[in-house]
């Protein structure tokens, strides 16, 4: 591996480094993500077909204007923050509410990982208490309980 090459791969932070400091400065998104769910809340398929409004908002309260959001469905199953064109990838064959969230808080702290899971772990939970709670580390990401990961 170059250089280069591993200054592309991430370095991801524990559960303990996510959930060790609580981050200030979240009212403004946390308000944005309790309105978006109050609009689609008990019907799980309307909500998913909505996550694309959600990354709309996040970019919205992020850059104050707005911004370009995409929803890509590719081969490649990831989500993905575009710095130069404000763009937001969805992964359409897994739509997740923390996935877009972590894309959002890559909008609004940069690169640090850090930043972006404890952004996304912590709206997630304040907002959706009883599905955080259903919840469990696997790495520096939240699954379902019980589901296996590859």
């Known amino acids: ?3 280069s090459e591993k200054k592309k791969v991430a370095t991801y932070p524990t559960a303990e480094e996510i959930m ?3 981050m200030e400065g979240l009212d403004k998104y946390r308000e944005a993500l309790k ?13 998913k077909l ?11 309260e992020a850059f104050g204007t707005e911004a370009a959001c995409e929803y890509s469905i590719s081969k490649s199953y ?5 710095r130069d064109t404000k763009t937001l990838f969805i992964d359409a064959y897994n739509l997740s509410i ?7 808080g890559h909008a609004i702290f940069g690169s640090s990982e850090l930043l972006a899971c404890r952004f996304s ?3 997630f939970r304040d907002v959706f208490p ?16 019980g589901k296996k990961t590859c």
């Open 1 to 3: 591996m170059t250089t």
């Open 20 to 22: 060790a400091g609580e």
């Open 35 to 47: 309105n978006w769910n109050t609009c689609y809340k008990g019907n799980v398929e309307k909500r």
């Open 50 to 60: 909505a996550i694309p409004l959600l990354a709309r908002w996040m970019l919205v």
């Open 78 to 82: 990831m989500y993905a923050f575009n």
């Open 98 to 104: 923390i996935s877009t969230l972590h894309e959002a």
């Open 121 to 123: 772990t912590q709206l």
């Open 130 to 145: 009883k599905s955080y709670a259903k919840l469990e580390w696997k790495g520096h990401m939240l699954k379902k309980k």
